[in-house]
């Protein structure tokens, strides 16, 4: 009986996901609260993205992304590094009072205040808060929503009537707005 040849194996090929595919679904995946794919996706994407020039926006989009997926998922050890990263590239290429600086200072804050460390996330609000103000103005929203978090911070570390202050001053400063309850009961 004559042996059978063996049928030579073929190497599989590596499948080479491209970046946009790599983020639109990490995105996906994000939006539909699935952390663990959305996770994978965005390694994957950052591992080609750490091959693009420093000044190629798609490495950023990437890190903040995965940022915002370690934080959703309380891994706050793993989000605060590459928020670092961020802010000292955004530092670098866009300016110390650019609003992504200041945006990614605010991220970084929240990392470090959800995680309990709060002396390192108090001069991360100051920073974004004067970014923010000056470039957004004191009446919007987002800045609104940062002096509610920092003020949230001066309670927890006992400093009452300097969130007091603070409060007193969001509230002077978004005054004027016309509002509803969202109830409507008759009276």
């Not at 194996?9 to 790599?22: A, I, Q, S």
Request: charged share 20%; glycine share 4%.
């Amino acid at each position: 009986m004559k042996a059978q040849a063996e049928t030579p194996r073929v190497p599989e090929e590596t499948v080479c996901v491209p970046w946009e595919v790599l983020t639109a679904s990490a995105e996906h995946a994000l939006q539909n609260k699935n952390y663990s794919e959305a996770e994978t996706m965005a390694l994957s994407a950052l591992e080609e993205a750490e091959s693009f020039d420093m000044s190629d926006g798609r490495l950023a989009m990437t890190l903040e992304s995965l940022a915002e997926i370690y934080y959703l998922q309380q891994k706050y050890t793993l989000a605060a590094p590459i928020c670092r990263r961020l802010l000292s590239m955004y530092s670098k290429t866009l300016g110390e009072d650019h609003l992504d600086t200041g945006i990614i200072s605010h991220n970084l804050a929240m990392i470090y205040h959800s995680a309990g460390k709060l002396v390192q996330a108090e001069p991360l609000y100051k920073q974004a808060l004067a970014i923010k103000t000056k470039a957004m103005g004191a009446k919007h929203p987002q800045v609104l929503t940062l002096l509610g978090h920092y003020t949230t911070l001066l309670y927890q570390t006992n400093r009452g009537p300097e969130a007091e202050a603070l409060r007193a001053s969001a509230i002077a400063i978004s005054s004027g707005r016309f509002s509803r309850s969202g109830r409507w009961e008759a009276i």
